[in-house]
């Protein structure tokens, strides 16, 4: 993902109505399904709870939604895969 025009930025609402704002690190393609890796836009890195949020792209009722990922072994095999990536990034940007 490009920086080139600045971070993205998105708010979701949760199952309660809660709106959040979140920052779009990247999106990745896993066994056929897109995920969207975010962290929270007003986050405090020095919280010890602060962490990344992945959801995966969904379609529901002919509608794009961001959806939990339920099951625990596609959540851990998508966060590697995120941490891949990511973590390449920074090692091409600081040569």
Do not use: C, W
């Not at 890195?45 to 509608?63: H, M, P, S, Y």
């Not at 939604?65 to 851990?76: C, G, K, P, R, V």
């Amino acid at each position: 993902m490009s920086e080139e025009f600045g971070p993205d930025f998105v708010t979701v609402t949760d199952e309660d109505g809660n709106e959040f704002e979140l920052e779009h690190l990247g999106t990745l393609d896993h066994k056929g399904n897109t995920y969207m890796a975010f962290v929270p836009a007003d986050m405090d890195e020095d919280d010890e709870d602060f962490g990344l949020i992945l959801l995966r792209v969904a379609e529901e009722n002919g509608e794009q939604i961001l959806a939990d990922i339920d099951d625990q072994t596609e959540l851990d095999e998508v966060y590697e895969q995120f941490m891949t990536e990511l973590f390449a990034d920074d090692e091409e940007a600081s040569e």
